[in-house]
Structures are given as structure tokens and as C-alpha cells.
């Protein structure tokens, strides 16, 4: 999809000029790489630790598991994770690809699908880890104007695995969020005003 | 800051030229403009909204009354409105000088200051919604597995009310994200490969 450009200046893929640009290119998309599988990981390491997380506590007799799917918001992030883990590897492998090609991203409507795609992803992480802290604040401390019980003293191991996974996701969702400027420079360079005024289009 | 840069290259300015960067550039500002007075009045609204919600209840013989900072999400909904609506307001000041100078911005480090407090903004007002959302499911459904009773049953005109204001902090989140695609595409263009090689610096 994407070509190196030396010389080669079909409508909208502007001429590729100059070592600098290879030089801050490599650069960035080494960022790019080391970023996108820093969030798989992360992903998978959280969606792990809040998915396998469990306690079985005994209460008079009444035996209680407590598990990640008793809060929806749990369940939100383990997709999200889930979903964060899956784009990221997909991207890894475009993201190695065209750095052993050694080709620049030139091409327009690639660069918007990255953009877009990283775009939603930094969103719906923030939103589920926002979600899931939200829930946890209820967990550790209660609200007693509304008389929700904190629960957390009762399931401490419980809780302690689910604030490791919910961190491991807001790491996760930084690195997201870094990543998305990373590609809006991607993207949107290609509408600098260099000598090709085609580049300016919408 | 910024200038109208006809004919004048000091450094990292790039020449502007043709009409069509012109074209774009005022459609981009008018969008911009329009979104920035949205936000303002959609955040104006949703803390007017929270901020003076309040219902009394009498049970038992019990007086009860229901406000905004019996729950810590909307206390910060408020809280994040609040900057949403002030920082939109000088945005949009700032708008309307460059339109009627007719001035572009080629300005980097004011492109990167507006491109970092719009992303500040969408993600801090994007974390308050999902932290409101949140609290509001558990009020609205309640968390049968951890004894966590629905409250809007006996609070129901509180609860709407407080719905209409979270549904316009949606809104104006979801504006704040297209802000900061487009202030993102106002930096970012500063740094396409054009004549300029210097512009490509980081």
C-alpha cells in the first residue's frame, strides 16, 4: 500500500525528498513499534489479571465467589483489553513489515484508517479504564449517602489483583493515547503545504 | 503569534501559497469556531444542569435530600464542564481575532499549544462521562451481587435531570473530538514534507 516515493509522484503521494525526513521517519516508526507491542502486552497482562481473578470467602456459613463478571465495567475493560490487545498485534506485524520494506506512509487513505483505528482504540481504553476506576472507588470506599457498602475489606486479594490489571490497562491507555498523536502526524503531514498543492485536498 | 505569512519564511513560518490553502483553512476555522461555541454552551448546560439538580424525599418520616456531591463522578463532571466551558471560551476568542485578522496559523508552538489542550480536554471530559455513566448505571440498575441498591427508583426526577446533563457532557465530549482531530491536522500539516526542509523538524 504504501511506497517509498523516490521520485515516483502519483496524484496524491508527495515526492520523497531528502535524508532527514527517512532519518525522523525511522524514528517515529520505531516509537510506533516499541508503543504498539508495550500496549499488547499491557493489554494481555490486565485482561489476564482481571479475567483469572477470583475469591471464595465464607460468611456465616454462605460460601461467596467473588469474580470479574460481577461488575460490568470489569467485563468492559477485559474487552477492551481484549480489543486493544488484537489491534495492537495487527498493527505490530504492519508496522514490521514496513520497516523491513523501508517504506514511507505515504498513502492517504491508509494513513486515515491507522488514525481512525488508533483514534477509537485510545477512547474506548480511556473510557472502560475510567469505567473501571469509577467501580473500583465504589469497591474500596463505598458511598454511604447512597448505602453501598465497600466491599474491597471483605475481598482484599480480590481487589488487589483487579487495581494490578486496571493499572497494567491505564499504562496501556497512555501508551494508546501517545500512539494516536503519533499517527495524527502520520496523517496529517501529508497535508503540509509542500510543492504539491494535490496534498492540500480533503 | 501567528501570521499571514505571504512571502515571509523567518525559520520554521512555511510560504503560503495559493488560494486553495486559503479555501480550506477558513472552512476548517469556521468548523472550528462553530465546535468551540457548541462546547462552551453544551458545557454551560450540562453543569447548570448537575450543579443545581436537588430532590427531597421524605421516608419514614426521614427527610432525605439528593444532590450532585452525594456522588464523587458528578462532582467532577461539574468540575470538568466547568474548564470545558472556560477553556472553549478563550479558544473561541482567540477564533474570532484570527478570522477577522485573516491571519493562518503557521505559529508551531501555539499549534502545539492549542493541539495539547484539546487533547487534554477531550480525554478529561471523555473520563468524566465514562466515570458519570458509570455511577449512573449503578444508581439506575443497581449491583444486585454486591448489595448495592438502585436509588433512582426514589429519586426518579433527581436521576433524569442528571441524565439530561451527562447527555450533553456526551455531546460535548464527542465535539471536543473533533476538536482535537482538527487542532491535530492544524499542527501536524506544519510538518508535511514540503519545500521547506526545516519544517520537518521535531
Not at 525526513?21 to 520505531?30: A, E, H, N, W, Y
Amino acid at each position: 500500500m504504501s511506497s517509498l516515493g523516490v521520485g515516483v509522484s502519483p496524484g496524491n503521494v508527495p515526492v520523497y525528498h531528502g535524508s532527514r525526513l527517512k532519518v525522523i521517519d525511522r524514528r517515529v516508526r520505531l516509537a510506533e513499534l516499541i508503543l504498539r507491542c508495550l500496549i499488547c502486552g499491557l493489554a494481555v497482562i490486565s485482561a489476564a489479571l482481571i479475567g483469572t481473578d477470583s475469591q471464595v470467602r465464607e460468611i456465616f456459613t454462605i460460601r461467596k465467589r467473588a469474580k470479574f463478571t460481577d461488575m460490568k465495567a470489569l467485563v468492559f475493560l477485559v474487552i477492551a483489553n481484549g480489543l486493544a490487545a488484537g489491534y495492537s498485534l495487527i498493527q505490530v506485524l504492519r508496522c514490521a513489515v514496513s520497516m523491513v520494506k523501508g517504506s514511507v506512509l505515504f498513502n492517504k487513505p491508509l494513513a486515515w484508517a491507522i488514525f481512525s483505528g488508533d483514534q477509537v482504540m485510545a477512547y474506548l481504553t480511556l473510557s472502560a479504564v475510567a469505567a473501571a476506576v469509577q467501580s473500583g472507588i465504589f469497591s474500596q470506599f463505598g458511598q454511604p449517602e447512597l448505602q453501598w457498602m465497600k466491599t474491597c475489606n471483605l475481598y482484599a486479594k480480590f481487589c488487589n489483583q483487579i487495581g494490578e490489571g486496571v493499572a497494567s490497562s491505564l499504562l496501556a491507555c497512555l501508551s494508546m493515547v501517545v500512539l494516536s498523536a503519533i499517527s495524527a502526524y502520520g496523517l496529517f503531514r501529508l497535508y503540509g503545504d509542500g510543492k504539491e498543492k494535490s496534498s492540500l485536498e480533503w
